[in-house]
């Protein structure tokens, strides 16, 4: 089974080729580094490694589930999750993906890798199956604009590539890589990736220990940008408030962006002394499981661009609003048809303030033409694992 085969929710949309057979609808597709690529640039634009879930989602609930209940909800789906969400997000915005990662042998690994590799276009050549090792599995509940996961898996067996902090032994050659940082822990492969030339930029989890020691993250030395929340940024850096903690943080990375919620975001490079703040975009937020992922995806693509920094801000934020407006983590990753349809939507809304609409110019010359764009509102189609192809 493939990933295009079986659909749950709407009915996926098709067109008909020059052979008059029918193949699913491709999104326009746009290559935002087309200016900048030579003949010698690295076989990849960005590389991953990491955990893959499944994701499970379950929508339409009323509210959040009560202990001792049955929650009945109106809708599911399931998609490739965990690190799969940021590789989706980057393909879909044009850039060519590798994926390290273990993939269990199971319905679900093979369903993910299908996804991936055919559906999405990422490379999985430094992946690996592993024999007899279940894939890990999130079980996410949407509700009131929020989310509740339970997750379960297990380290992939000792003697495979990937046990994540210490895999793979020699990254994928690229110009940039996502990397999350662990307090506490080094993954070798960052200063491997860094010493040849690879750009990495950072995200970081919450700091379990209480530590919250900047000290701890000892690979923050590798990395070009550091991304966290407004809160993960306050606590690190000891500042009062984020902006001041995007400062000092590049004390220690050349290039600090803080996550502001609905408030946008705000970024310093330490090495010209620019900053930048954008604010978010107003949506009506359906599940908010990805929009991180989504954000950096926006940013790394704007940065690799040599887009100004106020744009790569906009564009990061552009992309995490238009996920959230859909159900899914990598289900929800806009790709250019997305993009084109909502610039093309808001300025045809009356009224538009014209500032609003300068901050977001520099997509004319990017997104798809008019006849390329699907109509607006746009609906993914689910993939989902539980229909076999007919006849």
């Not at 020691?213 to 940008?225: F, I, K, Q």
């Not at 984020?242 to 996550?259: F, I, Y």
């Not at 490079?269 to 990805?290: K, Q």
């Amino acid at each position: 089974m493939t990933a295009s085969d079986a659909f749950a929710g709407e009915e996926p949309e098709y067109l008909d080729d020059d052979r008059g057979a029918t193949a699913p609808y491709c999104a326009a597709q746009v290559d935002p580094l087309a200016a900048l690529r030579t003949p010698d640039d690295p076989p990849w634009d960005v590389y991953l490694t990491g955990t893959v879930f499944l994701d499970i989602v379950f929508t339409g609930l009323g509210s959040a589930p009560v202990r001792g209940t049955e929650s009945w909800a109106r809708g599911m789906g399931s998609s490739p999750g965990g690190v799969a969400n940021m590789a989706t997000a980057l393909a879909r915005l044009g850039l060519k993906t590798s994926l390290a990662a273990a993939f269990g042998d199971d319905h679900y690994g093979e369903y993910c890798w299908d996804a991936l590799a055919q559906g999405e276009g990422i490379d999985l050549s430094p992946s690996r199956k592993v024999r007899g090792w279940h894939s890990p599995v999130t079980v996410s509940m949407a509700y009131e604009g929020e989310r509740t996961m339970v997750s379960h898996g297990h380290e992939p067996p000792a003697d495979t590539l990937f046990r994540q902090q210490n895999a793979p032994g020699h990254p994928a050659r690229a110009r940039a890589a996502v990397a999350s940082l662990t307090p506490g822990k080094r993954n070798p492969w960052i200063a491997k990736a860094a010493a040849e030339g690879t750009r990495i930029f950072a995200d970081v989890g919450w700091d379990d220990t209480g530590a919250w020691d900047l000290a701890g993250l000892a690979d923050l030395e590798h990395c070009e940008a550091f991304l966290p929340n407004a809160e993960e940024a306050r606590r690190y850096t000891g500042a009062d408030c984020p902006r001041a903690a995007a400062h000092a943080l590049t004390e220690h990375v050349p290039l600090a962006v803080v996550t502001l919620g609905s408030e946008g975001a705000y970024a310093v490079d330490g090495r010209t002394g620019e900053s930048a703040e954008v604010p978010a975009i107003a949506v009506e937020a359906l599940d908010p499981t990805g929009a991180g992922d989504v954000f950096v995806a926006g940013f790394v693509t704007g940065t690799l661009a040599d887009w100004p920094l106020a744009d790569r801000l906009a564009f990061a934020g552009l992309t995490a609003a238009l996920s959230v407006q859909e159900f899914g983590g990598s289900l929800s990753a806009p790709g250019w048809s997305e993009i084109g349809a909502w610039w093309r939507k808001v300025q045809s809304v009356e009224g538009q303030d014209p500032a609003a609409l300068r901050r977001y110019a520099f997509l004319e010359s990017l997104v798809p033409e008019e006849d390329q764009v699907r109509p607006w509102p746009l609906r993914r189609a689910v993939p989902t694992i539980g229909f076999g192809r007919a006849g």
